[in-house]
Structure formats: structure tokens, C-alpha cells
């Protein structure tokens, strides 16, 4: 098998390689695309449709490959659409060893073009036991790779797979035939005799060849079955006096007895015979055309003169004007992350400036500045939309975070010896892509685990009243401004009893009284992330402390929820746009703090007697039948007070990760639109602090994280 | 880096150019390609739980810089905020910081031959990040290596493991 | 100039066919399969149809013989391009009223010498 890339781009002025890009790209889909439709291939009841499409995809890689140059993909593909050829023309009923080999194909694949793009440098994916087992697979037997199999295998170019590689096909001998039906009365008759070779797995081939007479059908045909056998089945459409059957020579190069056609190169005869038959040989090797001789616009067998010629289109050396007309409009364009930044970033400053507007605008007398104050609330919608717009430009749908999971399920599955469906909910539901890249990660570790440590073996669920296959569910959804997705398993769950000896164990703090939401979140406690810990517990000790804080470094949070012998869910929370949100502006102690409006529930002014003391000086508020802990800023955030006068007298309820605490404060400022600002770019993590944002007046104003508010107010 | 190594460091190289500032009595000098700019003081926006030298953080046309008061890191006798207090904008690498100082003197070119080594005091400044004394007629300049300095984990810049 | 209308599904191979034939003076208008390339045909006039077989829709085999149906292309020159040289495939492509094949992969100074032999 050929390890260099042949420079086609060497025959004359053509240089080929400002169509690799295009090529990588595409192939790239078509494997993606391939190894989607093989997983969803449904073994028992594969539909034409299905199986065409995964042929195509084979079959685009191999020519553009072989264009291009790129031998040892073209190889490995070819070999790939043989198998699928014979698949999709139902010779050869899918299995799950095919599956499998045609995905691990369409990696090794991927992975050869992925050296072609990087210029050649890096690792050779080794192809010669994928080709091996295709052709085994092909020919109809089952195969195992390599390591399983002894000495029997030849690592050597692939022209040298052993007679057993044969198919069955050939052992019978093949036969070429002509065969003539007619005269009929109704040559449709004559066509379902073609409907035959098509409905019928492993007839043979059959073509429609052109003949003189009306009431007559002619047909090319190469099968191993009996002139006998044959002729019995095709009784079912036209009696037997009127089919006459003569053999071909089946001769290396042109076959048709009565025509000729017109080879153009003494390579084109050389592949006449050589492509249908093993496929396990190599691809043809030349090139080759020919025309049919009569055939309507062939050139006439002349040899060419100067009299074609004269009349032939000048060549004209220039550089191609692209006189192309567009194919249909491409529904997506590509654009650098770049430039969506920084799309984001103006939009950020203009929203800014806007609201500085309006504040400075505020004091203006709306009889005398009707139609300044009317084209600023113009200009405030304008922006919003506009907001929004591009906000979404960043947002993909979750469809590509979850298109990663099944085939790592499966291979995970199989290698576990389990049985797992996978099931998806919200596919469509969008995400920042920041978000993306950084939730793949945390989310990969909790479906490893589900199906790792959750879902039994077959046996267990069996002999513990369920089905054979356990299900891992992946859900997607929004919900106010926050994303929630879900991992769900139907798994053995988490075992309470077990997790409060090991936290005890571990030194931590317990008591049985304990929730049981707070006993699952002790899984993320540090004391819980050792190896031993996996297999006493649940098993999912390990890992999740680093899954709790990558999701807590985007400003979401997790939640756990199970129940001993049914499964398992995990929640993440996180918040949607990064960039720009509602806020509510508080006052306290002459200080200005933002809080996400979404948190916000609702704002009253605080009465004494609703107010009661416990514990160490913490403060719980009564709002209508629910007490709720109150959250005094001035002392968290040790706010300066100068005026004794003035005092907190205004509760604002905020609602996060699943509670609600009262925030004290001075005053309501107003709500506007914000823009988030990062502030651990510069300076560092601020406890109770989400980010930070400039307001209308240029000041900097604190945002602050109601999740961490939240979670400070339960101990 | 020790001292010596510092010094042969800079000596190899060629003259570099040094903006001057005073912090009470004293003149220091940075290198000029980590100055962003020289804005006047502004009263940042507090931040809660920060050493008092930290006095808070600024929008800077958009971004978000905090403020470092260097006389009170320094434990200067006198901190005062007035016209002509200066808050010098330093670009350093990963981040943008600005840095509170009594008054921005000049630009100046430093011959490396002309930077000696500076003895070793116990001062309030880690002798790691002064890179040496330098000295222009009647002026003596306390070097400081900034970036260094900044990324100090006392100067709580930079966030620790939590 | 003359106008050649190229089909493929591969948008590497389309362009890298486009290229060569603009290069080489032609016009050339690009078809994603058999169906957009018969819609297309409605409205111009082509002299030379260059086709790949396997294509979603409709094939080539499938264009060629609805194109020979239609009264403005029953003479036109219609090439098959493919990496199936059987017998068989070539059969059907006659029959089909196709003027001539050419295997894949080829050569762009190939593809030039051939659509000289047939472009009017």
C-alpha cells in the first residue's frame, strides 16, 4: 500500500492542492456522516435508503481521494464501498462485525487524511488488518482482528490476501450471457425479468442492451446460476419459448458481442474485467475513456485532423475567470471566532453608551426634548435587538455537544460487556459556544460514569426485575435564563447509608439527619476523590470534585438527585449569556451592586416584627407562610457606613440554586441592561462575585453571584 | 536572579529607557515598554475583603483594572490624593493593572554601565524585583523590575489555590 | 464560448472539474446532482453534459436518459464520469444514450483531450 501522496498536481499546469482544503473538509462530513448513519443502522430491517447513503459517502471519499492523490485513503475506501456495495444490493445482510470494522475503517480513515492535511508528518495509521477483514467480511465469512488470529494473517500489501479472501461468488463460475426475450405482445413482461435481478440477492447483474426490434428485449447478464435455473424463474413473467439464452465470451476487454465501442486508450481494456470481480484487488490502475461508437455527439472512429481541430476551442493560457454559475445557495458561511468577538465586544460598548444616554437624559424636561427622548427609546430597542441578534450567532444547538456520545457509548458499552441505549432530549436547544467547548468535558466524565459505575451488567438488572438494557438519558433544556442539562441513568443509584460511613470515614462532618440532596453532594467533597472510594461506594468518587468545580468556574451549578436501585440524575445549571443580562441595581451604604435580574424574585420593605433572630446572630425574614435566611450586604461586603441615619430597611427576595434567601438593602436603584465584564482577567476570583460591569455614569459596578449568596446563607 | 547575574544581565544589553516616579522621597524607575498610559487618580470601586493597597477597580474604556496605591504598599509616611496624584497604566504580559504614585517625573535612558547593584537592605520591597540603582548626575533611581513585582502573591493580584 | 454543464456531489470534484474547464476557456455551470442539473438544463442551452454516476435524487444514468427524452438534448454529448469502468455500468450507459465515459480518477489534461473530441 502506497505510504506517499502522489503529486497529481504534477500533470502539466494543473496544481490540484488549492482543492485540498475544499476535499479535507468534505471528506471529513462525509465521515462524520457515514459513521452516524452505521450507528444508527438498525441491523434486522436496514432500509435502502440508509444503506445508499452510507455506500455514497464511501464511495465520494474514495473518488476524491484517488483525485486528489491520496492512495492509501483511496485504498482503504474502496475497500470500504465493496463492502457496502454489496450491502446496499442486499448480497450481504448487515452485522454488527461490520459495523464495527467499517467504523474503525472510517477512523484509520480520518486519520490518514488527517496526516495528508498536517503535510505528510506523524504517525501512518496502519490499514492491512482493516482490509484484511473487510474482504473476509465480504466474502461472507465472519473475522476477528488481528490479535485474535494467529500467524494467518499477511500484513502485506493487500494484493496479497490469501485464496480464503475470495468470495463465495467466485467459487461457482460466473457466467456471461446474452439473453433475448421476445416477441411480446406487452414488453413489460420483459422488465420484470429485470425487476427479478434486483429483488433477488445474489442472482447476478443484468443490463438493458439497446436492440432493433420494438417487440424485443435484449440483456447483458452475468450470474452462476443454470441456463435451467434461470429460465424457471423468469416462467414466473414470460414462458420459456420466448427467451433465448446465448453465453458471451467473456473476453478482457470488450464485451458486447454485436456493437464496438471505441476505446480510447489501450488502458481503458485492462479494466474491463477487473473491477467487478474480488474485493479485495487493488483499485484499477490507468485511467481510461472510450466513447460508444453511434451514440448520439460521439466523434466519428476518423482519426482526428486539422479539420476538428480548426474548429475546436482555442485554449486560452489565461487565469480561469470563474464563469461559474453558483450552485445553490449555501445556507451557512464561515466566519472566524475572531470576528465574532469582537462583533460582540462593539455591541457590548454600544449598549454601554446607550445606557449612558438614557441616564444623562433622564433630567431633561420631556415637554421641550420630546423628540430626542423619543429617538433614545428608539435607539434602546434598536440595541436590544440588535443585542440579541448577535448574541445568537455565538449559540449552537446541543446537537453537537451530544453527537459525540454514541459511538463512545457503544465502544464503552461493548468493552464493559453492558447493554446501554442511549437516549437524547433537546438536541436543538442552544448554547454559547464558550460554553461548548468547556462543558464537553465535565459532561463526558458523568455519562462514562453512569454507564460505568450506574448502569449493571445484564445479568444484575435481570435478577433485579429489569430489563436487560439499561438507558442513559442526556436532556438538554432552558429554563428562565439559566441552560439545565441532565445526565439520567436507570442504574443501581447511589446508596446513602454507604456515602455517610465514608464521609465519616473520611473525617467529614455528617450527621443522619442530613437531606438526601446534601448527602449526594458530599460525592463532590474533596475526601471523596480517591481511588478506593470508587468501588466501595457508588464508584463515582473519582473525578467528580474536578467535574463540580469545571462547572462552577462557568458560574453554574450541579445537583444530584438519586434513589438506591433505580438510577441516578445529575442536573447542571448554567447561566446562558455571557456577556449581557438584566440587572437590578441596589444601593447600600452609598455603594452600587448589580444583581441578575432573573435571580430576582421579589422586593418589599421590611418590616421589624417580620424579622426573627437564631442561632449566631443570623437573621430569618417571614414572607407570607415561608421563612427564608436573610443575607445582610453591608456586613458580607464590610460596607462602609457614614450615615447612621439611613439604614437597611429593604429586602430583596433572589432565588438560586434552588433556594431563596432575603438580601438587606438600602435602596432600589432601577433595572437596566447590563454588560458583564470579566474581572478575573485583571485581578482575581472575588468571593460573592460574579463579575462586574460599568454603569451609566462610567463607574464600576460589582455583580453579584446570587448562587454563592445562595449557598453561604446554609450553614 | 541573583543580584550580580541582574546586573551582568543588563549590562549586556543595550541603554534601556526608565519612566521615573516619586513615592515620598524617593524616585523609581520601570521600564517605559510596560507603561500603557498616565491617567489622574479617580476614585475606584471598592472591593470587598482586598488589602487595603488595593483600593478597588476601574473601567478603563471598557475594561475592568484594578488600582494598586503603591505608597501604602510601600508603607509611605504621607498618602495624599490630589491634582497631582498619578495612576500609571501598566500592560504586563497577561494582565493590565494600574498603580497609584505621588507624581510621574520623566523618561529616561539609562546606560547599563551607570546601574549599580543596590545594597542589600531590609526594606518593605522584595530585593528580587529591584533590579539595581541608577544613578543620572545628582538623581538616584531605585530600578524596579514591576512585572515582578505585580506577580508577587502579597501584592494579591493574582489569585492563590483556593 | 461553449457552455458545459458539470454534475457532481462532491463539491472538491466539482470544483477541481470547473477549474480545469474555465482554465481551458470554457463556460462551465456546476449541478449538485441529476435533479439540479435537469432543472437547470430547462433554461440554457449546454454542448457538452459531463455527469457523475453516483449522486443522490437522480444518478447520472438516470439524467442521461431524461435528457436524451427531452428534444433540446438528444444530441448534446453527454460524458459519464466514474470509478465503476464495468462492462456492465458501461452497458447501461449506453443504453442510456450517453456518447462516452471517462474513469475516475483522470487527468485534467485527459478530460481536456476527451471534451475536445466531442465539443462542437
Redesign the interface.
Known sequence: MSETHQD?GG????D?T??YQ??FE?AGENLDLMEQMLLNLNLETADDETLN?I??CA??V???A????FADV?ELTHQMESLLDKLRRHELQPNAEMVDVLLESADASRSLLARHQAGGEGELTPTADLVRRISVLASGHTSAPAQAVQARVAPAPVAAVSPAAVPKVQTKHLRSLEICIGPLERTEQADAVQELFRDIPGLG??????IEATNKRLF?V?TESSDEDLLDLFAFHVSREYIKITERVASGGD??GS?S?VV?VAG?AA???S??AQPGAPL?PL??????DG?????TAVP?GTA?ES??????P???????????EAATIRVAISKVDQLI?LV??LV?TQAMLAQNSRALDPAVYQQLLSGLADLDRNTRDLQESVMSIRMIPMSIVFSRFPRMLRDLASKLGKKVDFVTQGEATELDKGLVEKITDPLTHLVRNSCDHGVESPAERLAAGKSETGTITLSASHQGGSIVIEVRDDGKGMSRHKILSKARERGLDVSDQMSDAEVWQLIFAPGFSTADVVTDVSGRGVGMDVVKRNIAALNGTVEIDSAEGYGMKVSVRLPLTLAIMDGMSVGVGG?VYILPLSSVVESFQVKADAVSTVGQGSQLVKVRDEYMPVIELEK????PRFDFEKSCDIMVVVEADGSRVALLVDELLGQQQVVV?????????????SG?T?LGD?????ILDTGALVRRSRH | MGMMEKIDEMASSEAREYLTFRLDQEEYGIDILKVQEIRGYEPPTRVANAPDFIKGVVNLRGTIVPIVDMRLKFNCSKVEYNTFTVVIILNLRSRIVGVVVDSVSDVMELPPDSIKAAPDIDSVIDSGAVLGLGSLGERMLILLDIERLMAAPDMGLVSGPE | MPLILAVDDSPSMRKMVSFTLTGAGYQVVEAVDGQDAYEKAQSQSFDLVLTDQNMPRLDGLGLTRKLRDHPQFKTVPILMLTTESSDLMKQAGRAAGATGWLVKPFDPARLLDVIKKVIR
Do not use: C, M, W
Open positions: 497529481s500533470s502539466g499546469d494543473f490540484l488549492q482543492f475544499i476535499f468534505e447513503g455506500f455514497r464511495h465520494s474514495k473518488g476524491g484517488a483525485t486528489f492523490g483511496a447483474e443484468i443490463a438493458v442492451l439497446p447483458a452475468q464485451v458486447v456493437d465501442i480510447g481503458g479494466l474491463g474485467a473491477d467487478e484499477a485511467p481510461g475513456y472510450g466513447f460508444f451514440a448520439p455527439g460521439a466523434p482526428e476538428t474548429k475546436a476551442v482555442k485554449v486560452a489565461k487565469v480561469a475567470s470563474p464563469n461559474v454559475a453558483t450552485q445553490p465586544n457590548g460598548e454601554i455603594e458580607i461586603f464590610q460596607i465584564k470579566n474581572l478575573e482577567s485583571n485581578y482575581r476570583k472575588v468571593p460573592n462575585v462586574a460599568i462610567g463607574k464600576v459596578a460589582l
